[in-house]
């Protein structure tokens, strides 16, 4: 999985445009601040998104999974970035393309951003687990 951090230089819907073939999708900073939640979340939305899924794209699927829920609107506006964006993908995506979304940049990870993201309120070694549970729990049980 790959994560890129950029600052938007042009609107979100062409920004999605230009990635559309990486199969990748664009979310607020923090939540791409784990490449192990971003892989967890991208085996999960595929085996969903597999087995007849209501999502027509399973960019949404994954997206969903993320934002723990099966509203497409909860997950958009969950997932949506503003100004600063990170680019999750399966797959690598030149340099070039990132140019033409905006301005890359190095992002400083912090796993209490991630915490806070999700409203957890938790030792910042269980941020990963908490939240790999509230993905699956949602798809299990949504």
């Known amino acids: 999985m790959k994560a890129y951090f950029v600052k ?3 609107p979100l819907s062409e920004a999605l445009e230009k990635i559309k073939k990486y ?3 664009i979310i607020k900073p923090e939540l791409g601040y784990s490449e192990k939640l971003l892989n967890y979340s991208y085996f999960i939305a595929f085996k ?3 087995k007849k899924s ?3 794209t399973l960019e949404i699927e994954w997206l ?3 934002a723990c829920t099966k509203s497409v609107e909860k997950a958009i506006e969950f997932t949506k970035p503003d100004g600063k964006a990170c680019i999750a993908s399966p797959v690598r995506i030149s340099g070039n393309v990132l140019k033409q ?3 890359p940049y190095k992002e400083r990870k912090s796993v209490e951003k991630l915490a806070a993201a999700y409203k957890l309120k938790i ?3 269980k941020v990963e687990s908490a939240v790999e549970q509230r993905m699956c729990l949602s798809k299990m049980l949504g």
């Open 48 to 50: 969903c998104f597999r």
């Open 123 to 125: 030792d910042k070694s």
């Open 64 to 66: 969903e999974v993320i």
């Open 101 to 103: 979304i905006g301005v």
């Open 23 to 25: 199969h990748a999708i």
């Open 8 to 10: 938007l230089g042009v």
């Open 54 to 56: 209501r999502s027509k």
